[in-house]
């Protein structure tokens, strides 16, 4: 969910600003001027985030993290004064409504998945268990928000483990068929732990030393790290 989302669930007597960092520079003054400052971050902006983190801090305001990023780890954000985590439309009004009344806690999470498409591809939604998204009429359900007066901003995902060349071809016919006037196609990256499983996998394979980043991310520690690098060319054959 973009930051222009969650601001429309924001209380309409907040005064808000948007920075997007794509294109404009974040200034002290815009930091001093918040009371609270919403971060809303992917894997790719990791250290755009911490930069972000550290200088409100510095500058004695209120962090909420949230996104892609901060959902798949958390631990590397726990410096931040809330984290809202998963879907928006879920723990969103939840921190909000808990803000209001001064006992807002400083982690919202949930299991629940928000009601919307990543991919055409039904075998791709049983991969990311999506299965609430599953069995629709992508174009009829675009149709149906267009029909509200609504222009749909399309975002959709490549590189599932199921798809296959098929998957071109099915994603331009929604896109045109439907009329999605941006239409974002990005490729899956591996987060977080899914990260460190491959970089693993990769430096045992193909015997080359981890990344730090990998101890970074969190799930193994710097010691076991240092014993796969070390035994990495002894144990490529055993895969």
């Given at each position: 969910?973009?930051?222009?989302?969650?601001?429309?669930?924001?209380?309409?007597?907040?005064?808000?600003?948007?920075?997007?960092?794509?294109?404009?520079?974040?200034?002290?003054?815009d930091?001093?001027?918040?009371?609270?400052?919403?971060?809303?971050?992917?894997?790719?902006q990791?250290?755009?985030v911490?930069?972000?983190?550290?200088?409100?801090?510095?500058?004695?305001?209120?962090?909420?993290?949230?996104?892609?990023?901060v959902?798949?780890?958390?631990?590397?954000?726990?410096?931040?004064?809330?984290?809202?985590?998963?879907?928006?439309?879920?723990?969103?009004?939840?921190?909000?409504?808990?803000?209001?009344?001064?006992?807002?806690?400083?982690?919202?999470?949930t299991?629940?998945?928000?009601?919307?498409?990543?991919?055409?591809?039904?075998?791709?939604?049983?991969?990311?268990?999506?299965?609430?998204?599953?069995?629709?009429?992508?174009?009829?359900?675009?149709?149906?928000?267009?029909?509200?007066?609504?222009?749909?901003?399309?975002?959709?995902?490549?590189?599932?483990?199921?798809?296959?060349?098929?998957?071109?071809?099915?994603?331009?016919?929604?896109?045109?068929?439907?009329?999605?006037?941006?239409?974002?196609?990005?490729?899956?990256?591996?987060?977080?732990?899914?990260?460190?499983?491959?970089?693993?996998?990769?430096?045992?394979?193909?015997?080359?030393?981890?990344?730090?980043?990998?101890?970074?991310?969190?799930?193994?520690?710097?010691?076991?790290?240092?014993?796969?690098?070390?035994?990495?060319?002894?144990?490529?054959n055993?895969?």
């Amino acid at each position: 969910m973009g930051l222009l989302t969650v601001a429309a669930m924001m209380p309409k007597s907040w005064e808000k600003r948007l920075i997007d960092m794509a294109t404009t520079t974040l200034r002290d003054q815009d930091i001093r001027w918040a009371d609270y400052v919403f971060i809303s971050a992917m894997f790719v902006q990791r250290k755009s985030v911490r930069q972000v983190i550290d200088k409100c801090k510095n500058l004695g305001t209120k962090v909420v993290a949230g996104g892609p990023l901060v959902t798949s780890v958390p631990e590397y954000y726990l410096d931040a004064d809330h984290l809202v985590l998963n879907e928006a439309e879920i723990t969103l009004p939840l921190f909000l409504s808990d803000l209001e009344k001064g006992d807002a806690e400083r982690m919202y999470r949930t299991r629940k998945q928000a009601d919307m498409s990543e991919t055409p591809g039904q075998e791709g939604l049983d991969e990311c268990n999506k299965v609430q998204n599953k069995g629709r009429d992508m174009v009829a359900c675009i149709k149906k928000i267009q029909a509200a007066g609504i222009e749909f901003q399309g975002g959709f995902i490549l590189g599932f483990d199921s798809d296959t060349t098929a998957i071109f071809e099915n994603l331009t016919r929604i896109i045109q068929q439907s009329g999605v006037v941006t239409a974002m196609i990005g490729l899956l990256n591996a987060p977080g732990r899914y990260y460190d499983r491959v970089m693993i996998y990769t430096a045992i394979t193909f015997a080359r030393p981890l990344p730090l980043e990998a101890a970074i991310l969190g799930t193994i520690s710097v010691s076991e790290l240092g014993w796969l690098s070390a035994h990495a060319g002894r144990t490529t054959n055993r895969l």
